[in-house]
């Protein structure tokens, strides 16, 4: 030992193991230090495992630093396939063709009430005019994968502000725009649609949805005031019979930017919650029935059928 009071490093050279010594004291350089469990140490200064200790301290610095940026980073510097498959899709949008698109949708595709879905590509086919025209294809054909396109985590990919969505392999799975042909299309369907209802729910904006639970028939509609009618029959019977439940002053509210929402309705202390699920994973149903009393669900029934709208 050349120096008294110098801090000290005990390092077991079995394990590699390195401790700092700072209560050691030594009383002359003829001083011994011997552990109890007789294992053979060595003292020495503590100057080369500090600047090993820096060194750790400083890599893990860096790899802090490179762990935050990839997170704040856009998605496009670290997941270039996802836009790869955007870029696949702008190609055949720009490419005009309609068979090569009909195959990049996934099946069926919800379209705003009374418009029927599209269960496959031929349908799609016979109702393209009504889907795409050139007004969409020019924005979606002149886009920017890196500007105009957001991945939202489980929910897709979405063009603009939810104009359009993608899933992760490039397929349409909501389209919320509607063609001028589309427009007309629905307007008439929305005439002929008064009379397949009973004639005290006739007087509506324009129908939303008709669903089947395993026990309920319902239909919501949006009423000239923005409000929402509810109205409920057994599912044995038509909508056209006197329905068992009609509640108005309904409100809409949307979760988040992928089109899910859901339509509230009151009647005492009841409360009625039909949830759409437009955006969501592949074994979700397309709605929900919530009935609450006080809070407390009493009721609670999966949609098992989408007759009209989502």
Known sequence: MNRIGTKLMIEDEESTLHFPLISLQLISKDDTWMPTDRKKW???????PLVRIRMKLITATILACAILLSFSCPLWSAESNVENTIKQFINVVA?????ALAHLVSYPLQRRAP????????QFLEVYDEIIDEK????????????????????????????LWLDEEGKITAINYETEKGKRKRAELIKADRSNVNNSLRNFAEP????????FRIRIDRLTDNKF???????????TEQPDLVLRNGSITFDGSGGNHHYDFESGPYHYRCIVNVIGAEMNPPGELQVTRLDKVVLSQPVVKVITGR
């Open 208 to 215: 939303v949805l008709e669903w089947e639970t395993t026990k």
């Open 115 to 122: 418009l029927s879905s599209i269960d496959n590509p031929g």
């Open 95 to 99: 490419g005009k063709d309609r068979k």
């Open 42 to 48: 060595v003292v020495r200064s503590c100057a080369e």
């Open 136 to 163: 969409i294809i020019m924005a979606i054909s002149t886009s920017r994968a890196s500007s105009d396109w957001s991945e939202m985590g489980w929910r897709g990919i979405m063009f603009q502000n939810g104009l």
């Open 229 to 239: 009618r509810y109205s409920a029959w057994p599912v044995n019977k038509k909508t």
